[in-house]
Protein backbone atom coordinates (compact mmCIF):
# COMPACT_ATOMS: atom_id res chain seq x y z
CA UNK A 1 0.00 0.00 0.00
CA UNK A 2 0.92 3.65 -0.12
CA UNK A 3 1.74 3.82 3.04
CA UNK A 4 -1.08 1.55 5.30
CA UNK A 5 0.19 -0.16 8.32
CA UNK A 6 3.77 0.14 7.72
CA UNK A 7 5.66 -0.18 11.10
CA UNK A 8 4.59 -1.77 14.24
CA UNK A 9 4.48 1.69 15.97
CA UNK A 10 1.81 2.71 13.80
CA UNK A 11 -0.26 -0.27 13.82
CA UNK A 12 -0.61 -0.05 17.73
CA UNK A 13 -2.50 2.68 17.24
CA UNK A 14 -4.13 3.11 13.71
CA UNK A 15 -5.55 6.66 14.31
CA UNK A 16 -1.70 7.89 14.02
CA UNK A 17 -1.07 5.49 11.01
CA UNK A 18 -0.56 7.85 8.12
CA UNK A 19 -1.89 6.06 4.99
CA UNK A 20 -1.49 8.68 2.41
CA UNK A 21 -0.66 11.88 1.44
CA UNK A 22 -2.43 14.10 -1.56
CA UNK A 23 -1.35 17.75 -2.58
CA UNK A 24 -2.81 19.11 -5.83
CA UNK A 25 -5.45 22.41 -6.99
CA UNK A 26 -8.58 22.62 -5.31
CA UNK A 27 -11.80 25.18 -6.08
CA UNK A 28 -10.25 28.46 -4.57
CA UNK A 29 -6.04 27.32 -3.65
CA UNK A 30 -3.64 24.88 -2.87
CA UNK A 31 -5.15 21.33 -1.40
CA UNK A 32 -3.59 19.09 1.30
CA UNK A 33 -5.13 15.68 2.33
CA UNK A 34 -3.71 13.56 4.66
CA UNK A 35 -5.35 10.13 5.40
CA UNK A 36 -5.17 8.11 8.43
CA UNK A 37 -6.93 5.20 10.47
CA UNK A 38 -7.61 2.43 7.91
CA UNK A 39 -10.63 0.66 8.55
CA UNK A 40 -8.38 -2.56 7.02
CA UNK A 41 -6.42 -1.87 10.21
CA UNK A 42 -9.67 -4.38 11.89
CA UNK A 43 -12.64 -4.15 14.00
CA UNK A 44 -10.74 -3.47 16.95
CA UNK A 45 -9.55 -0.28 15.75
CA UNK A 46 -10.35 2.43 17.40
CA UNK A 47 -12.55 4.86 15.62
CA UNK A 48 -11.56 9.08 14.55
CA UNK A 49 -8.27 10.89 15.70
CA UNK A 50 -6.08 10.06 18.56
CA UNK A 51 -7.20 12.93 21.24
CA UNK A 52 -2.95 12.80 22.50
CA UNK A 53 -1.83 13.04 18.96
CA UNK A 54 -0.54 15.89 16.15
CA UNK A 55 -1.37 15.38 12.44
CA UNK A 56 1.35 17.96 11.13
CA UNK A 57 1.41 18.89 7.28
CA UNK A 58 5.19 20.67 6.55
CA UNK A 59 5.98 22.57 3.69
CA UNK A 60 9.18 23.45 2.26
CA UNK A 61 9.28 26.68 0.14
CA UNK A 62 11.44 27.14 -2.88
CA UNK A 63 13.29 24.26 -2.72
CA UNK A 64 14.54 24.82 1.05
CA UNK A 65 16.27 22.03 2.94
CA UNK A 66 13.88 22.51 6.07
CA UNK A 67 10.29 23.44 6.26
CA UNK A 68 8.83 26.71 6.89
CA UNK A 69 5.41 26.54 7.51
CA UNK A 70 3.49 23.49 9.25
CA UNK A 71 0.03 23.51 9.87
CA UNK A 72 -0.38 21.43 13.25
CA UNK A 73 -4.20 19.45 13.65
CA UNK A 74 -5.25 18.50 17.12
CA UNK A 75 -8.14 16.62 18.36
CA UNK A 76 -10.09 16.15 21.21
CA UNK A 77 -11.69 13.52 22.70
CA UNK A 78 -14.89 11.68 20.84
CA UNK A 79 -18.38 12.67 22.17
CA UNK A 80 -21.52 10.45 22.42
CA UNK A 81 -22.10 11.21 18.42
CA UNK A 82 -18.49 10.09 18.09
CA UNK A 83 -17.72 13.83 16.97
CA UNK A 84 -14.42 15.45 18.06
CA UNK A 85 -13.26 19.05 18.31
CA UNK A 86 -10.71 19.92 15.92
CA UNK A 87 -8.20 23.01 15.93
CA UNK A 88 -5.53 24.34 13.24
CA UNK A 89 -2.21 26.16 14.08
CA UNK A 90 0.41 27.90 12.08
CA UNK A 91 3.93 27.69 12.37
CA UNK A 92 6.52 29.56 10.79
CA UNK A 93 10.27 29.87 10.40
CA UNK A 94 12.16 27.79 13.00
CA UNK A 95 9.17 27.24 14.84
CA UNK A 96 7.84 25.08 11.63
CA UNK A 97 10.08 22.70 13.36
CA UNK A 98 9.63 22.70 16.68
CA UNK A 99 7.96 20.50 18.88
CA UNK A 100 7.63 22.71 21.52
CA UNK A 101 6.23 25.50 19.82
CA UNK A 102 2.67 26.86 19.72
CA UNK A 103 1.89 28.29 16.91
CA UNK A 104 -1.57 30.71 15.57
CA UNK A 105 -4.74 29.08 16.10
CA UNK A 106 -5.78 29.86 12.66
CA UNK A 107 -8.73 28.03 12.93
CA UNK A 108 -11.33 25.68 15.27
CA UNK A 109 -14.50 23.56 15.13
CA UNK A 110 -16.09 19.93 14.94
CA UNK A 111 -15.60 16.29 13.18
CA UNK A 112 -17.42 15.90 10.01
CA UNK A 113 -18.47 20.13 9.03
CA UNK A 114 -16.52 22.24 7.20
CA UNK A 115 -14.05 24.87 8.94
CA UNK A 116 -13.34 28.69 7.84
CA UNK A 117 -10.38 30.23 8.60
CA UNK A 118 -8.84 33.86 7.57
CA UNK A 119 -7.91 34.38 3.86
CA UNK A 120 -10.14 31.90 2.13
CA UNK A 121 -8.64 28.69 4.40
CA UNK A 122 -10.94 25.79 4.62
CA UNK A 123 -10.53 22.93 6.90
CA UNK A 124 -12.97 19.57 7.02
CA UNK A 125 -11.94 16.15 8.71
CA UNK A 126 -13.52 12.98 9.28
CA UNK A 127 -14.38 9.64 7.82
CA UNK A 128 -14.16 8.74 4.54
CA UNK A 129 -13.89 6.65 1.74
CA UNK A 130 -9.97 5.50 0.72
CA UNK A 131 -9.07 6.99 -2.76
CA UNK A 132 -5.78 4.88 -2.77
CA UNK A 133 -6.11 1.87 -4.97
CA UNK A 134 -3.58 -1.24 -5.25
CA UNK A 135 -3.75 -5.12 -5.70
CA UNK A 136 -1.72 -6.14 -2.85
CA UNK A 137 -0.44 -9.29 -4.69
CA UNK A 138 1.35 -6.71 -6.99
CA UNK A 139 2.87 -5.17 -4.31
CA UNK A 140 4.45 -8.14 -3.35
CA UNK A 141 5.59 -9.07 -6.03
CA UNK A 142 7.29 -5.95 -6.53
CA UNK A 143 8.77 -5.15 -3.64
CA UNK A 144 10.21 -8.84 -3.63
CA UNK A 145 11.84 -8.23 -7.11
CA UNK A 146 13.69 -4.87 -5.17
CA UNK A 147 14.87 -6.54 -2.68
CA UNK A 148 16.63 -8.98 -4.46
CA UNK A 149 17.34 -7.60 -7.71
CA UNK A 150 15.27 -9.89 -9.93
CA UNK A 151 12.02 -10.04 -12.55
CA UNK A 152 9.01 -9.82 -10.69
CA UNK A 153 7.03 -12.96 -10.35
CA UNK A 154 4.39 -13.60 -12.94
CA UNK A 155 3.17 -16.38 -10.85
CA UNK A 156 2.03 -13.74 -8.38
CA UNK A 157 0.27 -11.55 -9.88
CA UNK A 158 -0.90 -10.38 -13.15
CA UNK A 159 -3.10 -7.39 -14.54
CA UNK A 160 -5.49 -9.48 -15.84
CA UNK A 161 -6.56 -10.28 -12.45
CA UNK A 162 -6.21 -7.36 -11.14
CA UNK A 163 -8.00 -5.71 -7.72
CA UNK A 164 -7.98 -3.32 -5.73
CA UNK A 165 -7.24 -4.45 -2.16
CA UNK A 166 -8.51 -1.51 -1.11
CA UNK A 167 -11.75 -1.33 -2.53
CA UNK A 168 -14.87 -0.25 -0.13
CA UNK A 169 -12.38 0.74 3.22
CA UNK A 170 -12.37 3.61 4.66
CA UNK A 171 -9.85 6.15 6.48
CA UNK A 172 -9.59 9.33 8.62
CA UNK A 173 -8.75 12.40 6.03
CA UNK A 174 -7.87 15.67 6.66
CA UNK A 175 -8.35 17.91 4.32
CA UNK A 176 -6.44 21.58 4.18
CA UNK A 177 -7.20 24.13 1.57
CA UNK A 178 -5.24 27.17 1.51
CA UNK A 179 -6.65 30.04 -0.95
CA UNK A 180 -4.65 31.46 -3.80
CA UNK A 181 -5.23 34.62 -1.55
CA UNK A 182 -3.01 33.42 1.25
CA UNK A 183 0.24 35.49 1.06
CA UNK A 184 2.86 32.58 2.19
CA UNK A 185 1.58 30.06 -0.81
CA UNK A 186 -0.02 32.08 -3.40
CA UNK A 187 -0.05 31.12 -6.89
CA UNK A 188 2.61 29.65 -8.96
CA UNK A 189 5.40 29.12 -6.09
CA UNK A 190 7.21 25.91 -5.40
CA UNK A 191 6.73 24.02 -2.56
CA UNK A 192 8.02 20.58 -1.42
CA UNK A 193 5.02 18.64 1.31
CA UNK A 194 5.76 16.07 4.00
CA UNK A 195 3.09 14.62 6.61
CA UNK A 196 3.51 13.54 10.32
CA UNK A 197 1.81 12.39 13.25
CA UNK A 198 3.10 12.18 16.65
CA UNK A 199 2.25 11.17 19.88
CA UNK A 200 2.89 13.08 23.33
CA UNK A 201 5.20 11.27 25.44
CA UNK A 202 5.24 10.44 29.23
CA UNK A 203 8.22 12.95 29.44
CA UNK A 204 6.40 15.99 27.88
CA UNK A 205 7.74 15.90 24.76
CA UNK A 206 6.87 14.49 21.27
CA UNK A 207 7.70 10.80 19.26
CA UNK A 208 7.03 10.66 15.55
CA UNK A 209 4.82 8.00 14.71
CA UNK A 210 5.20 8.35 10.77
CA UNK A 211 5.68 10.41 7.78
CA UNK A 212 4.91 10.51 4.29
CA UNK A 213 6.02 12.40 1.10
CA UNK A 214 5.91 10.85 -2.02
CA UNK A 215 3.32 7.65 -2.46
CA UNK A 216 4.68 4.17 -2.35
CA UNK A 217 8.44 4.94 -0.80
CA UNK A 218 7.53 2.78 2.15
CA UNK A 219 6.11 -0.48 0.59
CA UNK A 220 8.96 -0.48 -2.40
CA UNK A 221 11.71 0.54 -0.58
CA UNK A 222 10.72 0.13 3.07
CA UNK A 223 8.46 -3.10 3.49
CA UNK A 224 6.84 -3.61 6.83
CA UNK A 225 8.84 -4.51 9.76
CA UNK A 226 12.15 -4.00 7.97
CA UNK A 227 14.73 -1.31 10.44
CA UNK A 228 14.66 0.61 6.97
CA UNK A 229 11.32 1.60 7.44
CA UNK A 230 11.15 2.17 11.40
CA UNK A 231 14.01 4.06 11.49
CA UNK A 232 12.82 6.17 8.48
CA UNK A 233 9.45 6.89 10.33
CA UNK A 234 11.28 8.64 13.22
CA UNK A 235 12.99 11.60 11.38
CA UNK A 236 12.62 14.47 8.73
CA UNK A 237 13.97 14.09 5.20
CA UNK A 238 16.15 16.52 5.62
CA UNK A 239 17.51 13.72 8.58
CA UNK A 240 17.56 10.69 6.21
CA UNK A 241 18.90 7.94 7.80
CA UNK A 242 22.99 8.13 6.66
CA UNK A 243 23.64 5.78 2.91
CA UNK A 244 19.68 5.53 2.32
CA UNK A 245 20.09 7.21 -1.07
CA UNK A 246 23.24 5.32 -1.91
CA UNK A 247 20.70 2.12 -0.58
CA UNK A 248 18.09 2.93 -2.53
CA UNK A 249 20.60 3.59 -5.31
CA UNK A 250 21.54 -0.10 -5.34
CA UNK A 251 17.99 -1.36 -5.40
CA UNK A 252 16.82 0.42 -8.29
CA UNK A 253 20.50 -0.64 -9.82
CA UNK A 254 19.94 -4.28 -9.50
CA UNK A 255 16.29 -4.35 -10.38
CA UNK A 256 16.91 -2.70 -13.58
CA UNK A 257 19.95 -4.78 -14.38
CA UNK A 258 18.07 -7.82 -13.38
CA UNK A 259 15.22 -6.63 -16.27
CA UNK A 260 18.01 -5.27 -18.58
CA UNK A 261 15.80 -2.24 -18.72
CA UNK A 262 18.62 0.14 -18.34
CA UNK A 263 21.82 0.49 -20.54
CA UNK A 264 23.84 1.57 -17.39
CA UNK A 265 22.00 0.03 -14.18
CA UNK A 266 24.44 2.05 -11.74
CA UNK A 267 23.47 5.95 -13.06
CA UNK A 268 20.27 4.98 -13.41
CA UNK A 269 19.71 4.18 -10.05
CA UNK A 270 21.76 7.01 -8.80
CA UNK A 271 19.13 9.16 -10.92
CA UNK A 272 16.20 7.58 -9.37
CA UNK A 273 17.59 7.87 -5.93
CA UNK A 274 18.60 11.65 -6.57
CA UNK A 275 14.98 12.15 -8.09
CA UNK A 276 13.14 10.51 -5.00
CA UNK A 277 15.18 11.91 -1.82
CA UNK A 278 14.83 14.10 0.29
CA UNK A 279 11.23 12.35 0.80
CA UNK A 280 9.00 15.59 -0.02
CA UNK A 281 6.37 15.85 -2.37
CA UNK A 282 7.08 18.57 -4.58
CA UNK A 283 4.30 20.91 -6.32
CA UNK A 284 3.86 24.16 -7.99
CA UNK A 285 0.67 25.65 -6.75
CA UNK A 286 -2.50 27.14 -8.97
CA UNK A 287 -1.09 24.54 -11.37
CA UNK A 288 -3.11 20.95 -12.08
CA UNK A 289 -1.69 18.12 -10.32
CA UNK A 290 -0.25 14.73 -11.74
CA UNK A 291 1.71 12.31 -10.24
CA UNK A 292 3.32 10.04 -13.29
CA UNK A 293 5.95 8.40 -14.69
CA UNK A 294 7.81 11.83 -15.99
CA UNK A 295 6.68 14.38 -14.08
CA UNK A 296 5.63 14.54 -9.95
CA UNK A 297 3.83 17.79 -9.52
CA UNK A 298 1.37 17.41 -6.50
CA UNK A 299 -0.32 13.91 -6.60
CA UNK A 300 -4.44 13.87 -7.12
CA UNK A 301 -6.79 11.70 -5.45
CA UNK A 302 -7.51 9.98 -8.98
CA UNK A 303 -3.91 9.56 -9.81
CA UNK A 304 -2.53 5.89 -10.04
CA UNK A 305 0.92 6.25 -7.91
CA UNK A 306 1.50 2.27 -7.93
CA UNK A 307 2.01 2.38 -11.49
CA UNK A 308 3.93 5.64 -11.56
CA UNK A 309 6.37 4.60 -8.56
CA UNK A 310 6.65 1.16 -10.22
CA UNK A 311 7.44 2.17 -14.14
CA UNK A 312 9.67 4.45 -12.53
CA UNK A 313 12.10 2.24 -10.67
CA UNK A 314 11.47 -0.27 -13.37
CA UNK A 315 11.80 1.97 -15.50
CA UNK A 316 9.36 0.33 -18.33
CA UNK A 317 5.81 0.78 -17.83
CA UNK A 318 4.53 -1.35 -15.62
CA UNK A 319 0.26 -1.62 -15.44
CA UNK A 320 -1.40 -2.31 -12.87
CA UNK A 321 -4.55 -3.36 -14.21
CA UNK A 322 -6.76 -1.04 -12.57
CA UNK A 323 -7.82 2.70 -13.74
CA UNK A 324 -8.70 5.91 -12.04
CA UNK A 325 -12.68 5.72 -13.39
CA UNK A 326 -12.62 2.43 -11.22
CA UNK A 327 -12.72 4.45 -8.22
CA UNK A 328 -14.17 7.78 -9.01
CA UNK A 329 -16.78 7.31 -6.24
CA UNK A 330 -14.18 8.34 -4.22
CA UNK A 331 -13.40 11.59 -4.35
CA UNK A 332 -15.40 14.62 -6.12
CA UNK A 333 -14.44 18.08 -7.66
CA UNK A 334 -16.29 20.14 -4.58
CA UNK A 335 -14.31 20.71 -1.10
CA UNK A 336 -13.58 18.62 1.04
CA UNK A 337 -12.89 16.86 -1.80
CA UNK A 338 -13.11 13.92 -0.56
CA UNK A 339 -16.55 11.53 0.07
CA UNK A 340 -17.58 11.04 3.60
CA UNK A 341 -17.64 7.68 4.35
Do not use: C
Not at 67 to 75: G, K, M, P, Q, S
Not at 138 to 164: E, I, L, R, T, Y
Not at 169 to 174: E, G, N, Y
Request: aromatic content about 8%; hydrophobic content about 40%; glycine content about 10%.
Amino acid sequence: MSHHLDSPRARQDPRLDLTDQYVFRGEAGTVFVMDVNSSLSGPDARPGFHPEGRYEIKIHLDGAELEALAYRVTFGESDEAGEQRVALHLLTGPAARDDAATGELLAQGRTNRPIAGPAGLRLWAGRARDPFYVDLRQVGAMSSAVAHGAKPDPAVWSPQVAQSSLAGSTIQAIVLEVADQDPRLGHGRRIGVWSATKLATDAGGWRQINRAGRPMVWPIFRPDDSPHASEANTTSPAEEVRGERERIAGLVAGLVAANGTAADPAAYGAAVALRLFPDVLPYRTGTPATFGFVEHNGRALADNAPEAMFSLVMNAAVATGLSPQQFADTHTGLFPYVVAG
